[in-house]
């Protein structure tokens, strides 16, 4: 079933939407990020979260390295990273 979230605060890689409606489809996926009088309509859920932010999952990528070694090597070159450890 299509979800409409709308009047939330809407976090984008690009912006802030202060009231923001996010419509995810029946696929599960996120089909429209935007101002609301802008949305598709959607036959399905409408949720009311003013008040509330929506925010992309996040994921840490950050990592440290030593001596300029970057700890995503292939596998064969791991040991040379042992190494100079």
Same mark, same amino acid.
């Given at each position: 079933?299509?979800?409409?979230?709308?009047?939330?605060?809407v976090?984008?890689?690009? +912006?802030?939407?202060?009231?923001?409606?996010?419509?995810?489809?029946?696929? @599960? &996926? #996120?089909?429209?990020? %935007?101002?609301? /009088? +802008?949305?598709?309509?959607?036959?399905?859920?409408?949720?009311?979260l003013? @008040? &509330? #932010?929506?925010?992309? %999952?996040?994921? /840490?990528?950050?990592?440290?390295?030593?001596?300029?070694?970057?700890?995503?090597?292939?596998?064969?070159?791991?040991?040379?990273?042992?190494?100079?450890?």
């Amino acid at each position: 079933m299509a979800t409409c979230l709308y009047g939330a605060r809407v976090l984008t890689p690009t +912006s802030v939407l202060e009231q923001g409606t996010v419509v995810v489809g029946n696929d @599960g &996926r #996120i089909a429209y990020v %935007g101002a609301q /009088d +802008s949305a598709p309509r959607v036959d399905g859920l409408h949720l009311d979260l003013r @008040g &509330r #932010i929506l925010a992309p %999952g996040f994921i /840490d990528i950050h990592q440290q390295g030593g001596n300029r070694i970057s700890f995503t090597l292939a596998p064969d070159r791991l040991g040379e990273a042992q190494e100079v450890l």
